[in-house]
Structure formats: C-alpha cells, structure tokens
C-alpha cells in the first residue's frame, strides 16, 4: 500500500508529495506524540525499516533539486513525521555518511556520492 505524505519545503515554501511503500515497513499503530496539527503519526518498526525510509526519504529530497543536494534537517523533518527521533536519524545518516553513500558538501547539507538510481544496480 502507498501512502503520501505532503510536505512543505522549509527553503521555498513550495509544497510537494512524498510517497511511500507503507505495507513494507509500517504498521497501523499511533505515535504517542501528538503533532502541532493533531495528525496521526506513523511507528516505523525495526531498524532496516527505519533506515529504507531514510534512504527514501534522502531520494525524494535529492530528486528535488537540480544539484541533488539535500538538507539535513528536511530529512529530519520528514522522518518525524513517521515517528523516527532526531537521534535516530543523525545515527542513520552518521552510517551512511561512513559508508561512503553520501558525503556532506557543507554542515546541513549532504549529497549522495552516487545517484541512488546507479547504486542499485
């Protein structure tokens, strides 16, 4: 099952839809938190769960923007809305950036080292 989740760029303003393979990694269970607009947060379960949403989540952001450039906190803000802590992301991106996957132009800013298309293969 897909599930879209529409996020507001922090940068522009401009408003884009994220779209994510829910039946792989989530279940139907509620985020104790509650958010600013009252919305149901989703519970990623498992660390590969976690980390493929990451991984999603740095594509849809990279795909955005012509330079494939991504911020640090846009990817931060979407894996809060799926219920992911900060902590857990910056652990999550401390890996990748150790593994050679990206690598961080700037601090904040982070880019992969290879297009995510050609690193599949």
């Not at 990279?62 to 906190?73: I, L, Q």
Request: glycine share 8%.
């Amino acid at each position: 099952m897909r599930h879209r989740l529409q996020v507001t760029c922090p940068i522009c303003g401009k408003p884009f839809t994220l779209e994510v393979d829910v039946g792989t990694y989530v279940t139907a269970e509620t985020a104790p938190a509650p958010s600013k607009r009252g919305a149901t947060a989703l519970v990623l379960r498992g660390h590969d769960a976690k980390v493929d949403f990451v991984r999603r989540a740095m594509t849809a952001l990279a795909s955005k923007d012509s330079s494939g450039m991504m911020e640090v906190n846009e990817i931060i803000e979407l894996a809060e809305k799926v219920g992911l802590a900060r902590e857990e992301v910056n652990e999550i991106l401390a890996t990748e950036k150790s593994a050679g996957h990206v690598y961080e132009h700037k601090p904040g800013v982070l880019s992969f080292t290879e297009p995510p298309e050609r690193s599949k293969g």
